[in-house]
Each structure stands twice: as structure tokens, then as C-alpha cells.
């Protein structure tokens, strides 16, 4: 074995005690010191420190193993009861498991850090004051990169060439720093609950000391994620085969019935044909000489007739168990890769536990975080999409909702805020609920921001409702702060929640209360391929619609509509719900339905509903959802696309989108003309963002994203080509020392091939040599950025100078 090989084995090992280690701590946090549980978990901390430096000493990584000594040296003085575990003693901890993080991502630790770090650790034993933090800011608001990260960390690892793993990075938090090792309020850590099979909440077994009983390990096998997917790709194949089965089983059904029919008919005949027979038995003499012949054929056919019912009568026996094989087959198959893909709740929980904890104290506030839920297992491609939308949430719970001690004791309710999440399955779907108990939305400062953000005019903020009013915090570029900080204020948020769930093919509800609190529901689908949709006709033209977003369909009068305000509604459920007609949506011609009535369907998004004339409702099936290419990628109302049995391609609607489209604009009366036309809306500019390290992706995906841009990630020049060659973009950002393919190799293919050479290219490198500067512009770099010299501010003026 080499040393890269056994240098890369120390990376996945240092990530397990780094997890360990975090939960860990979390965990001590929330037990008394004399509790057997509390004393346990030290011990364990002690042997994996130990464990680590010697790991560490193995490979050659002298940072490591100091860092590691010295938290094992802390540990075991707190096993021998001569220094007690407080908030500030947990903070350095986990300021010496960041700087460890850094070194095993490749980022440079600030030396300055790191010596505060050391001599913190030295503190601990002595018994001396700690130093103030203020230098360790920037290694303890990484800890908000890494949280998300630890848990899956191994994974990503294993992933680097094969996956890309797409993580945010949360900026550091101006805060005062108090250097009093007792006055900072601590953090109540969080207590988890897992939901049983019939959905009811129950709590997971836990010790005396409170500290939950973690279920014995499974025999597992390292399995790339990108391998899953193209596992799951091929069993998706097989599902559209099984579709194409079913098609052909109905296809014989319609031959049965055709020759059934043809046998009716035969048998309406018979009895003309059996006495023309004898009729020419007794009079052959006064017949024509053809007419023998016709009866020899007659009686030939009557035969070929019941030959063919019972060829047909066997083959439809045939294909129907075939297709019922291939549909068991296809499903197990199917639900077997899926649940491979799962992966609990509990497996992201633990980064939000550390980031509430951080942010909690940094904001002088007193936390309670509780999950519940946390054995829903959910797919890890949404389960890895939501977990930026989960953040923001608690990032905008913790820094707006939350109160300090303070005003909440002035409310008259307990200084300890308290923040639920909760996960649960609901058939097909997903539910993910975040609550708080704090000061609610304030609907009027929400109708002050839409005015002041020239989204609505006074008059028209003034006539929403407040459920109405509260669903424009979703809006990009909207906020209620007073403020700009580095952790919330631009409005970019909540946003982006919004963005990532219906991306999802997913949507948003939020209820608040104002001095009571806030609770937003996320609904996403449980698989992101197999999808049960609703298939309709608008003129002679079928499309699908989830049926998930699908709250009713029937058949009305057309006297049932009535008018309010200018808006034609429905009553649906003795709700008045608006109604809109779909072709006048999509602009295209409808032609109602053939009876006078009106065939409609109820679709339900966010918090509106809203009912959609169409001409027919055909029926439901299951699909596979493809997602569109780059060049329909921006399509309005289409969501993606799937395959029938019979091998048409068949369109299917972004409910999210007709649903804000036909509340947002008062529709013309069906059928007499189309929607008035509305601003287009403007494309984000695409960025690809190529770096090896997880860490600076991160970094540089949230400082873009937060600026408005799309941000897509590659790991190394070679998964860049391959995405460029495939998508379209509008920037490059990449690093120059990459495995497999380099930024200068990379740069000079894209300057080179015609289909890529106006893509404006940026290099941001730790190389700043004359001679390195001099290599990247002439490999055809538009800029040439040195991370010593990183600067958000120079990033951003250096993207608007070459785009």
C-alpha cells in the first residue's frame, strides 16, 4: 500500500471521529455531569481522541496529532473531575475539531487561529482564563460549512469523482464575542423522537441519563451514489418496458373485442347461412355454380374463427401474466434501489444541532431544538436537496423569530425559545415541518416590504389578506429586517426555500400567529422519478399534472359559476375557490366539453387553490419523469416530460406555476381570448464552480448564490467538460490544481472548441507566482484570482467586469 492509499483510508477514519467527537459533545451538552451517561460519553471522547492521534502520528500529520493530544489531555482531566465541560470549554472543542476539518478538506488554518486554538486547549489544563475568540471567528462560523457536511462526510470523500455533493456556506456572524468563561447562555441541545409505522410519534428509547440508545450497525458496503443513480436509471428503462407491456395487453384487448364483435355479427348470419346450405342440397339445379364455393368459404371461416378466439383467448392469458411478472418484478426491483437510496432523517439532524447551537450562542440567545420524526427514511437526492431549505429555516428562526432571554420573560414566556422540526411520510410524500414559539410575522411589516420592494402598490398590499400577505416573505429579495447582516437581511432566504422545494416538485404552507409563533410545512415527493399524474386534454393536446397537487376533479354545470369582484369562482366543498380555464394559461385554444358542462380539476399550491377548466380528464397512471433538456430548461409550466406505454412523449405541468399564474393575473373569460401579457421573467446567469476541495465550492456556491446566480458544482476539469458539453453556461470559476484534468487544461479546451469559447473563465487559485499568473491567462483565462488575497467584494466586481 502507498502512501496516497493509506493517507486517503486516514481521511475517511479522521471523518468518523471527527462525527464522533461532534455528536458527542452535542450530546455531553445536554447531561448532567454526574450522570452515568455523561461520564460514559467522556470516556468514549477520550478513546476516540486517542485513537485519532495515534491515526495521525501513522500518516505523518503532526497538526492533527497536537490537536488531538491536547483534546485527549482535556478529556481525561475531565474524567478525573479536575476541569468541568462549560459552554466556552465546548466552544474551544469544537474551534480544535473545526481546525481538524480544515486540514483533512486542504484548506490553510489561520495561523492565528490555530494558536489560540492551542492555547485555549493549554488553558483548559491549567486552569487559566481563555482568551478572547474574537481571532477564532472565522474557524468557528466554518463549523456552519462543516455541520452539514459531517455526517455524510465519508460519503463525500468516496464521492469526489463520481458525485457532486453541493453544500452552502454560511458567512461569519458579526457578533460580540464576551470572554467571561460563565456569562454566555447556553444552548438546551436537542431531543429527538422517531415516528412508528402507523405515522404516531413515540419517543426513542433513551438511558436514565437521557442520551438516546443508538440502534447496533449494520454490515454495510461503500456504494457511490452515482452508481445507485444509474442503477435506478436502468430500472426506470425497465418500468417504461413494463408500460409498453401493458400498452400491448391492451392493444390484444381491443383485438378481443373486435373479434368478438365480428363473432356477434357472424352469429346474427349463422342461421340464413345454414339454410342457403340446404336450400342448395335440395335445389342445386337452380343455383349458381359460384354460390357453393361462397358457402365452402363461409364454413372454412366459421372454423378460422374459432381458431383465432382461442389463439387470441391464450394470448391475452399469456401477456396478461407476463405483464403481471414483469410489473412485480419492475416494482420490487424498483422499491429494492429505493431502498438503497433512503437514508433516515437522523443522518442530516446532527449538522442542524451544531449550527442552532453556534448560531444560538452567538446571538445571545437560549435554544431548545427537538426532532421529531427522525427514523423517516427519505431518498438521498431529496434528502440532500432539502437540507439547504431546512437550514434557512432555522437560520430565520433562530435570528429573527427567536426573541432574546430578555423580551421573552417580558412576553411572559419561558427565556428558553424552542424550535420543533418534525419529518413524517404521508403516502407518497414527505412532510417536513419547522416551528417556533416566537414573535410570528407581522403581516404589516410584510405589506411595508412589498411596497417598499415596488411589488405591489399601497392600495394593493392594503387589500391582502394577512395568510396572503405572510406567503410574500417567499419572494425574491423581500425582507422584514431592519438590517443587513451577514446572516440574514437580504431576502434571499426564504427564496431560496421556496426555489429548492419546488424543484422539487414540491410546495410550501405557512401558518403564523403573531407573539406566538411560525410554522412553515414542506411537502416533497418521496421519489424524484416515479411520479402518479393526472392525464388530461386541452384541444388535441394531452398532458399530465401530479396528482399529489390534485385536491378534486368533476364534472359542473356551467350555471354553477358565479362572479366576485370581477372573478369567475366555483364552489368546490362549499369553498368559493377562482376558476381559470387551462388552455387560456398555456395559450392555447380550448374547446370545451362536448355536453355544455365543464370538466375540471383542483389544483392546490402554497397556501391557493385554484380550479382549471379543461376539455377532458382521460385518466391516472404512474410515470417516469425525465427532466428536460438545457434548451427547455426554462419552458414556463413544464415541469418535465415522460414516456408512455405507447411510446408518445407526454408533457407534464409545473402545478406551482399555473396555479401562481392564474392567481396572480384576473383571467378573461374562457375561450373568448388569451392572458394579458406579463414581463418576462429574467434568467439568472449560470455559473459552474470547478474546485477538488468541498470546502472552497462551498464557500465560493454560497457567496454567488446569495448574489443571485445559479450555481452549479464540478470536482475536478474533467466532470466540468463533461457538464459544460452538456449545459449551457455563462461563467466558469475554477481552481487550478484539480486531479484527472487541471484549471489550465481545462481552460484551454473550453478556449479552444467553438461551442465553449465566449464562456468567460476565471481561475481562483492559491498559485500566485508571476509565472503561474502568466500560464493562466495564457491558457486563455479571463481573470486570474490569488485565494491568499480572497476578497467576496473582489469576486463579485471581477464576475460583473467579464460577464
Not at 72 to 100: M, N
Not at 378 to 389: H, Q, R, S
Not at 575 to 595: C, E, F, H, N, Q
Not at 695 to 705: C, D, M, P, S, V
Request: aromatic share 4%; charged share 25%.
Amino acid at each position: 500500500m502507498n502512501d496516497s492509499e493509506l493517507l486517503n483510508i486516514f481521511y475517511v477514519e479522521v471523518n468518523e471521529y471527527l462525527e464522533a467527537l461532534n455528536n458527542a459533545l452535542l450530546q455531553v451538552e445536554m447531561i448532567a455531569p454526574s450522570e452515568a451517561a455523561y461520564k460514559a460519553q467522556v470516556r468514549e471522547m477520550n478513546r476516540v481522541a486517542h485513537s485519532m492521534k495515534g491515526a495521525a502520528r501513522a500518516v505523518g500529520l503532526s497538526l492533527i496529532e497536537t490537536i488531538a493530544h491536547h483534546m485527549e489531555e482535556v478529556f481525561a482531566a475531565v474524567q478525573r473531575e479536575e476541569l468541568a465541560l462549560t459552554p466556552d470549554a465546548a466552544d474551544t472543542l469544537y474551534d480544535s475539531l473545526d481546525l481538524i476539518q480544515n486540514a483533512v478538506d486542504g484548506e490553510e488554518n489561520n495561523p492565528d487561529a490555530l494558536s489560540l486554538v492551542l492555547a485555549n486547549l493549554e488553558a483548559l489544563m491549567t486552569g487559566e482564563p481563555l482568551l478572547a475568540t474574537d481571532v477564532t471567528s472565522d474557524s468557528r462560523q466554518m463549523a456552519i460549512v462543516h455541520i452539514v457536511e459531517d455526517v455524510a462526510a465519508q460519503d463525500a470523500l468516496l464521492l469526489e469523482g463520481d458525485g457532486q455533493i453541493e453544500k452552502e456556506v454560511i458567512p461569519p456572524i458579526k457578533a460580540d464575542k464576551k470572554t467571561s468563561t460563565h456569562s454566555r447562555p447556553t444552548v438546551i441541545a436537542p431531543k429527538m423522537t422517531q415516528a412508528t409505522a402507523t405515522g404516531q410519534f413515540t419517543a426513542v428509547p433513551v438511558t436514565d441519563g437521557g442520551t438516546m440508545i443508538l440502534r447496533p450497525a449494520e454490515e454495510t458496503v461503500r456504494v457511490t451514489v452515482t452508481k445507485l443513480d444509474q442503477l435506478m436509471a436502468e430500472a426506470t428503462e425497465l418500468f417504461v418496458a413494463r408500460l409498453h407491456g401493458e400498452e400491448q395487453g391492451r392493444s390484444i384487448a381491443e383485438v378481443r373485442r373486435v373479434h368478438r364483435r365480428w363473432q356477434r355479427e357472424w352469429r346474427t348470419v349463422r342461421a340464413a347461412y345454414i339454410r342457403l346450405a340446404r336450400r342448395l342440397q335440395d335445389e342445386q339445379q337452380a343455383i349458381s355454380p359460384e354460390l357453393p364455393i361462397l358457402l365452402k368459404f363461409l364454413d372454412t371461416n366459421q372454423r378460422y374463427l374459432l381458431e383465432m378466439n382461442r389463439q387470441l383467448s391464450s394470448l391475452a392469458q399469456s401477456v396478461g401474466n407476463y405483464n403481471m411478472h414483469l410489473s412485480a418484478l419492475t416494482d420490487q426491483l424498483q422499491d429494492d434501489i429505493s431502498a438503497m437510496r433512503m437514508m433516515p432523517f437522523e443522518s442530516i439532524v446532527g449538522g442542524f444541532q451544531r449550527m442552532v447551537r453556534d448560531l444560538a450562542r452567538d446571538l445571545d440567545k437560549q435554544l431548545q431544538l427537538e426532532v421529531i420524526g427522525t427514523a423517516v427514511e427519505i431518498d438521498k437526492t431529496v434528502l440532500e436537496a432539502l437540507k439547504d431549505p431546512i437550514m434557512h429555516l432555522l437560520r430565520n428562526a433562530v435570528d429573527h423569530a427567536i426573541e432574546t432571554p430578555e423580551q421573552r420573560m417580558r412576553a411572559g414566556k419561558s427565556p428558553v425559545g424552542r424550535i420543533e422540526i418534525g419529518a413524517e411520510q404521508r403516502g407518497s410524500e414527505i412532510v417536513l415541518r419547522v416551528t417556533d414559539d416566537g414573535r410570528g410575522i407581522d403581516p404589516e411589516r410584510v405589506r411595508q416590504s412589498i411596497v417598499k420592494s415596488h411589488l405591489l402598490t399601497e392600495s394593493e398590499a392594503a387589500a391582502l389578506s394577512d395568510d396572503d400577505a405572510r406567503m410574500y416573505i417567499f419572494q425574491s429579495g423581500l425582507t422584514t429586517s431592519d438590517q443587513v447582516t451577514s446572516l440574514s437581511g437580504r431576502g434571499l432566504g426564504m427564496d431560496i426555500v421556496r426555489d429548492r422545494v419546488e424543484s422539487l416538485r414540491g410546495r410550501i404552507s405557512l401558518q403564523s400567529i403573531i407573539g406566538e409563533g411560525t410554522a412553515v410545512t414542506l411537502n416533497v415527493p418521496v421519489s424524484l422519478t416515479r411520479i402518479r399524474c393526472v392525464l388530461l386534454r386541452i384541444s388535441d393536446q394531452d398532458y399530465a399534472l401530479p396528482s399529489a397537487m390534485v385536491v378534486r376533479m368533476e364534472k359542473l354545470a356551467r350555471s354553477s359559476i358565479f362572479s366576485v369582484e370581477g372573478r369567475e369562482m366555483i364552489l368546490v366543498n362549499g369553498r368559493p375557490i377562482p376558476l381559470a380555464s387551462l388552455g387560456a394559461v398555456l395559450d392555447m385554444p380550448s374547446l370545451g366539453s362536448t355536453d355544455g358542462g365543464m370538466n375540471i380539476i383542483v389544483l392546490q399550491a402554497t397556501d391557493r387553490a385554484i380550479a382549471f377548466e379543461v376539455d377532458s380528464l382521460l385518466s391516472e397512471q404512474e410515470l417516469v419523469l425525465k427532466p428536460l433538456g438545457p434548451e427547455l430548461a426554462w419552458a414556463r409550466f413544464v415541469a418535465g416530460a415522460a414516456l408512455l406505454g405507447t411510446g408518445n412523449v407526454i408533457i407534464v405541468l409545473d402545478a406551482n406555476d399555473l396555479v401562481r399564474r392564474a392567481s396572480g393575473t384576473a383571467l378573461p373569460k374562457r375561450r373568448t381570448g388569451t392572458l394579458p401579457s406579463v414581463a418576462p421573467v429574467q434568467r439568472r446567469l449560470r455559473v459552474l464552480i470547478v474546485d477538488d476541495s468541498i470546502t472552497t465550492r462551498t464557500l465560493e456556491k454560497n457567496i454567488l448564490e446569495t448574489a443571485g446566480y445559479e450555481v452549479h458544482v464540478a470536482v475536478d476539469g474533467m466532470e466540468a467538460w463533461r457538464i459544460l458539453t452538456d449545459e449551457d453556461f455563462d461563467l466558469v470559476i475554477s481552481d487550478v490544481e484539480m486531479p484527472r484534468m487541471n484549471g489550465l487544461e481545462l481552460t484551454t479546451r473550453i478556449k479552444s472548441t467553438s461551442t465553449t469559447h465566449h464562456i468567460p473563465v476565471i481561475l481562483l487559485t492559491s498559485l500566485g507566482k508571476p509565472e503561474q499568473r502568466e500560464a493562466g491567462l495564457h491558457a486563455g483565462a479571463d481573470a486570474y484570482l490569488i485565494k491568499s488575497r480572497f476578497d467576496q467584494g473582489e469576486l463579485l466586481q471581477m464576475i460583473r467586469s467579464v460577464v
